[in-house]
């Protein structure tokens, strides 16, 4: 089944920080992609800015080099030099004077206009200042932002307010590259586009959830970034709380940006405050290597490993805990969502020790789709005896086509002007809100992480984490 295409408008995009690694890594070639997919009008071009001196064919070949590093297979494309025809450069300094006169020379007033701030949060205020002060940005251009926003309340709600001074909260697009994944996404249709699953959403019928990010690579490359960040920061307060707010949500009213973001909201303030006990942060360590050699911080108390659980006031869940795990450097890369049904209320069958409770797991990746895990009788004359076996589905084989990217959807939809996917601004600081006490008692308490081998599923602090509530994780293999 080809995948269907929803017509975009033409459009200035200006990219910020053009030649950092989130551009030639992500963003350029998710922008190749949807250009070769046939997604972009005409009149689509794609202006990219940074300090560096360089002209527009001096841009061109620097995109093409990055396509060649981060995306090899579609280096040879024929389609790449029209790609790279729809891109421009122009050289400006984010806090000075130089080039902001330039760039409006080259905007277009009658298209969609999209400014993607690819740099350090510090340069969003100086950027917004700029677009505004030389009339660059019309009424309704677009603004995209990337995390980290903010690293605690106060700073995210002084970036709310520095975008504020000149955009209105409908411009602002804050990006959270995991509600672009598909399967991410799919949450949504599998829950609300169904009658099968919703009945059963609730305590009565689910034991527990498990939420399980899980990478193989260290942190080598951004040791400053990280270390001042740590999981919590860098992957709980968004990425994973974006997926316990789509798990947990009641329906919305409607498939509409802001119906979908007061309920995603509700999750967030309903979250329990988490005592100490219900926490776990490891940091990986080996003889003479590990994160504090990563980091070049042999002190180092940054977690790079977190574990948690978590309970949501509220009638639906009341009961009912959320684990969640994340960390770097781990057995292997798996993202995956559990939700663990309970078991029968009665069973007729002897063997009930082999009755294991039903199980939606859904893969974000790799190999994104869906795995229902139910008992069947175990083929075979005799005694009758149980045997669990998964209901199978993959997206990519079930539905024939490439899994797209995150960012070809989220750069789409801001072209689009549909901010479904992308994090309103009360929503960023409601998370930030119930992570800030979490991360100050760690702060403030002193202890050091639990060290675990690179390779492994974490430290063991936390296997009784769950294991204490008599449950277990899911093989971080399987
Ligand atoms: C980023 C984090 O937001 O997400 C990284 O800063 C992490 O530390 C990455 O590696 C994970 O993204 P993905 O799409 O590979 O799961």
């Not at 932002?145 to 605690?152: A, N």
């Not at 959830?209 to 920061?233: F, K, L, P, S």
């Not at 409607?254 to 979250?271: G, Q, S, W, Y």
């Amino acid at each position: 089944m080809a995948s269907r295409l929803t017509a975009v408008d033409d459009f200035d995009l200006v990219i910020f920080g053009a030649t950092g690694d989130l551009a030639r890594r992500k963003i350029f070639p998710a922008l190749f992609r949807r250009h070769s997919a046939g997604h972009f009008p005409d009149g689509a071009r794609i202006i990219g800015t940074a300090r560096t001196p360089m002209d527009d064919s001096g841009f061109r070949a620097d995109i093409a080099a990055a396509i060649a590093e981060f995306d090899p297979p579609r280096a040879g494309d024929p389609g790449l030099p029209a790609f790279l025809g729809r891109l421009f450069y122009v050289p400006v300094d984010a806090t000075g004077a130089e080039g902001w006169a330039d760039l409006a020379a080259r905007m277009r007033k009658d298209v969609v206009q999209a400014f993607y701030l690819s740099v350090a949060p510090a340069l969003f205020g100086d950027i917004a200042d700029r677009l505004s002060g030389h009339g660059i940005a019309g009424s309704d251009a677009r603004i995209v932002v990337e995390k980290p926003f903010g690293r605690d309340l106060a700073s995210a709600r002084a970036l709310n307010r520095t975008l504020a001074r000149h955009f209105t909260e409908g411009q602002i697009y804050r990006i959270d590259h995991y509600l672009g994944k598909e399967t991410v996404q799919n949450l949504m249709a599998i829950r609300f586009a169904n009658i099968l699953f919703e009945p059963l959403w609730n305590a009565h019928y689910i034991d527990h959830v498990q939420i399980t990010v899980a990478e193989t690579v260290g942190v080598a490359g951004r040791a400053a970034y990280y270390d001042h960040a740590g999981a919590m920061r860098d992957m709980v307060q968004n990425h994973l709380m974006q997926l316990v707010c789509l798990i947990a949500m009641e329906p919305p009213w409607r498939f509409d940006p802001d119906a979908v973001r007061d309920e995603k909201l509700k999750v967030i303030r309903a979250l329990e405050p988490v005592p100490e006990s219900d926490i776990v942060r490891g940091q990986y360590a080996a003889d003479g290597a590990g994160y504090r050699a990563d980091v070049g911080n042999p002190a180092s108390r940054t977690e790079s490993f977190v574990a948690l659980k978590l309970r949501l006031a509220n009638w639906r869940w009341q009961g009912v805990p959320f684990y969640l795990r994340t960390g770097k450097c781990l057995a292997a890369r798996t993202s995956e969502i559990a939700v663990v049904f309970r078991k029968p209320p009665h069973s007729i069958f002897d063997a009930e020790e082999r009755q294991k409770p039903d199980q939606l797991v859904i893969r974000l990746q790799p190999n994104e789709g869906i795995n229902l895990m139910v008992m069947i009788k175990e083929p075979g004359p005799g005694e009758l005896r149980l045997v669990e076996v998964p209901l199978d589905m993959s997206f990519a084989e079930a539905l024939g086509v490439d899994i797209p990217d995150a960012y070809e959807r989220l750069i789409t939809e801001v072209i689009r002007g549909d901010q479904t996917l992308f994090m309103r601004g009360d929503e960023v600081e409601a998370a930030w809100a119930w992570a800030d006490p979490v991360i100050r008692a760690w702060e403030e308490g002193g202890a050091q992480p639990a060290s675990y081998p690179p390779g492994t599923s974490g430290p063991d602090e936390a296997l009784g984490l769950i294991g204490r509530d008599g449950r277990h994780w899911r093989n971080l293999q399987s």
